[in-house]
């Protein structure tokens, strides 16, 4: 199956816009046997079926994990061009 090299991840947040994080693919696999994604610090981690439905990872203790409104698959330019 072939899976998006990144998605944005939309987050509502209490001002005015939405908090958008990019997360890229990696090696792993997560419980549900769907690729996980990270941001470019490794805090931020998902796991991404290919129906768009995230599962939110922990990456240390203490982690508050919110639910993204959407995760939205980029195409190879946009991620690579920004767009957070």
Not at 44 to 65: F, K
């Amino acid at each position: 199956m072939d899976y998006s090299e990144s998605y944005e991840l939309i987050f509502q947040a209490g001002g005015a816009e939405d908090d958008v994080v990019v997360v890229r693919l990696t090696a792993r696999s997560g419980a549900g046997g769907y690729p996980v994604y990270a941001d470019e610090t490794g805090i931020v981690r998902a796991e991404i079926s290919e129906r768009g439905e995230v599962r939110m990872q922990a990456s240390g203790g203490h982690q508050v994990l919110g639910a993204p409104l959407l995760a939205r698959p980029l195409s190879p330019r946009t991620a690579t061009h920004g767009s957070a």
